[in-house]
């Protein structure tokens, strides 16, 4: 008969690995995935077989892991001082890819707190601002380089800004009648505005609230039939602003128009031909005095208006006046940006 030799080993059975981990690793591989989804992590480049295995037993002290699994205990250092550890702990942080994850030589490698690292590193990623929040500063370098304002610079903005200026700048032109106690008052009759063309945009006849007394028609060129099928004020004076509010205004002695318009507009967008030195020194008058309107338009435009007995245009006078304002725009548009009105 032959021999049956058995061989059984009654030993401890290896403890069984978990599928799962500790509480702890779990929280941490949740978060690190969700950095990784996020962008802030990068996910691990390894191959399936050098990867070592998480759940595996605990290290021994002084255990380092191998490629193919095994274990190496290296040889014990014969001393460490404080620089060599402050000096080991740079290094692992140039070498590393996660910084975070590479543990401090001080730790023992079987008590690792993964969770603790990996909450010092979240803290830093927090405080470097994300790809949203970073903005090259020389990509608008105008907003942090200050302008000139050089003479020549005042005038390349002031011509780029009166090309913008025909769909802003409008002329205006009223004409009035005598109300009142003895017609002493002067009402609007008459009101029309055109673009910086010369194209009419408004031109309409306005019944006057109050009874008109005299028509001044020498003047106005207003007679009792244009009253027939006018315009009441309340209406046109509503129209009228429409056109204007927001708007550069130019006129001859405009602070008439506006006082018949019952309408106070804002210093800042009133140009009135009758009160612009450069306009006069053109005309070879006095900067300060005022010159009338037909005047400057003889002198400067060799044409003439309001002529004959049968009254002004206004029409023709608000056309002379925007031709006129034409004439020195870019010189007191540059001289108003450098001395602004005060409303």
């Known amino acids: 008969m032959s021999t049956l030799v058995l061989n059984l080993d009654f030993g401890e059975p290896p403890p069984k690995k978990t599928s799962e981990g500790n509480a702890k690793h779990r929280k941490f591989v949740r978060k690190r995935r969700l950095l990784e989804r996020r962008g802030f992590l990068s996910k691990k480049k390894q191959s399936p077989s050098n990867v070592p295995k998480l759940h ?3 290290l021994k002290k002084g255990e380092t892991p191998q490629v193919d699994g095994t274990w190496k205990i290296p040889p014990l250092p014969k001393k460490k001082t404080a620089a060599s550890n402050s000096g080991s702990e740079q290094s692992l942080d140039k070498k590393a890819c996660v910084p975070w994850l590479t543990p401090a030589p001080s730790q023992k490698a079987g008590s690792i707190d993964l969770l603790g690292e990996f909450q010092s590193a979240l803290t830093k990623i927090k405080s470097h601002p994300t790809h949203h929040q970073k903005k090259d500063p020389q990509k ?3 907003k942090n380089i200050p302008q000139n304002s050089t003479p020549a610079h005042s005038e390349n903005e002031c011509s780029r800004a009166s090309q913008q200026m025909p769909r802003k700048i409008v002329a205006i032109d009223c004409e009035m009648v005598g109300t009142g106690p003895k017609g002493h008052v002067s009402s609007l009759a008459r009101c029309s505005i055109i673009n910086y063309n010369g194209d009419v945009l408004y031109d309409e006849y306005i019944l006057p609230p109050c009874h008109i007394v005299d028509y001044r028609t020498r003047w ?4 009792k ?3 027939v099928n006018a315009t009441p004020f309340r209406i046109a004076r509503g129209q009228i602003l429409k056109i204007i509010t927001g708007k550069i205004v130019v006129g001859h002695a405009i602070h008439n128009d506006f006082k018949a318009l019952q309408y106070f507009h804002p210093k800042s967008l009133t140009r009135d031909t009758s009160h612009i030195p450069p306009l006069n020194r053109k005309a070879n ?8 309107l037909k005047h400057l338009t003889k002198k400067l435009l060799n044409r003439d208006i309001q002529a004959g007995k049968g009254g002004h245009s206004s029409v023709e006078d608000a056309q002379a006046t925007m031709e006129l304002y034409k004439l020195v725009e870019v010189e007191w548009e540059q001289h108003l940006a ?3 009105p005060k409303d």
Not at 285 to 292: F, G, H, Q, R, V
């Open 338 to 340: 450098q001395n602004p």
């Open 56 to 58: 595996s037993e605990p």
């Open 285 to 292: 008058c006095p900067e300060n005095a005022t010159i009338s």
């Open 140 to 142: 608008n370098p105008q």
């Open 225 to 227: 039939h244009h009253m």
């Open 220 to 223: 106005s060129g207003i007679r």
